[in-house]
């Protein structure tokens, strides 16, 4: 099975940033759209960030002028730089994966059939 490995998490105090990193395979990162999630206990899945295989991006709300999506074709590898972090992003942080001949991106999890089993991310105040 496809398989994705989040990196890069950690604590950290309110106002800084940490960049989050997902590799993957080349016939997955290719045609593929590229989306963050997270989940706080007792909450639903949160949709975050998100760019297609043409570099399209989209974000939630939230996160909006703060985070930044981007993808490194050579690497084949996603990332999520995170700043001005607030302890309400304190999350578990999913990368996921889905190959699509289509521009445009997906904020729906049902989208996305490859996932990484995430990334811990705390912002202390």
């Known amino acids: 099975q496809e398989q994705l490995v989040e990196s890069g998490g950690g604590l950290v105090q309110a106002g800084g940033s940490l960049r989050l990193s997902c590799p993957a395979s080349?016939?997955?990162?290719?045609?593929?759209?590229m989306g963050w999630f997270r989940q706080a206990p007792g909450k639903e899945r949160e949709f975050v960030a998100a760019?297609?295989?043409?570099?399209?991006?989209d974000y939630g709300d939230s996160v909006k002028g703060r985070f930044t999506i981007s993808r490194d074709n050579t690497k084949n590898t996603v990332s999520l730089q995170m700043n001005n972090l607030k302890p309400e992003d304190t999350a578990v942080y999913f990368c996921?994966?889905?190959?699509?001949?289509?521009?445009?991106?997906?904020?729906?999890?049902?989208?996305?059939?490859?996932w990484g089993q995430g990334t811990q991310v705390t912002v202390s105040s």
């Open positions: 996921a994966a889905r190959t699509s001949p289509f521009s445009s991106t997906s904020r729906l999890p049902a989208n996305y059939n490859y």
């Open positions: 080349v016939r997955t990162f290719s045609y593929s759209h």
């Open positions: 760019i297609s295989w043409t570099s399209i991006v």
